[in-house]
């Protein structure tokens, strides 16, 4: 969403919340530019930045010790990139998955290219290619203020959101979302489209 944000004009921290430094933001913001905005361009970018990466360690082990201490520092830095993505990362959705694509097929259909959605994890919105209202949706920030669930709330009529997606990743795992939940609850409708997404046809009136 931060890539998104900056290809429409908006600048890091300035015009919004962002939690990175800026080096990533601004290259998938360049890889979104040339090849078009999808998800797998933005971890073709993360396997290019792993790949210098280990070059990196191996060139440095072989340097200032030898070829054993180069390879060994290379393939541990693969075998932690291979645990992260695999079994640490939260942003760990499987395009391939029926119940992302599923959900993905029925955002597409169900709204319009120009509109927002809020979900709890941001490459739903990529892969939908759909804008958000956040560049980044986490426990960490509703729990450090940085984003309030009042905020959240807010920009359902700030931007007049229709769809909220929630992946199981975020929204209703911790009580940090309860407000958000319960007002979901209390004005939408919940479908289950292999993911829960709930639905407002009508705007919504402050």
Known sequence: M????????QMLYQDFYYSQTPLWGYSVALIYALFGIGLAQ???L????????TLTIFYLG????DLKT??????????AYIINIAFVSPYNLNPMDDDITEAVTWIKANTDPNEYILSDDTNINTMAERRGPFAEVSIDRVDLGALPVD????SLYDYQIRVVVATG?????????QP?????EANYTEIDVGITIYLRDSPLNQ
Request: aromatic share 12%; charged share 20%.
């Open 2 to 9: 931060a890539a998104w944000r900056i290809l429409e004009g």
């Open 169 to 177: 990743r975020l929204f209703g795992k911790t009580d940090a979302y």
């Open 42 to 44: 933005g971890r073709l």
């Open 70 to 79: 180069g390879l060994l520092g290379g393939l541990i830095f693969i075998g």
């Open 151 to 154: 905020l959240m709330i807010q």
């Open 46 to 53: 993360a396997v290019i930045f792993s790949g210098v990466m």
């Open 62 to 65: 072989v340097r200032e010790v």
């Open 180 to 184: 958000l939940m319960d007002f979901l």
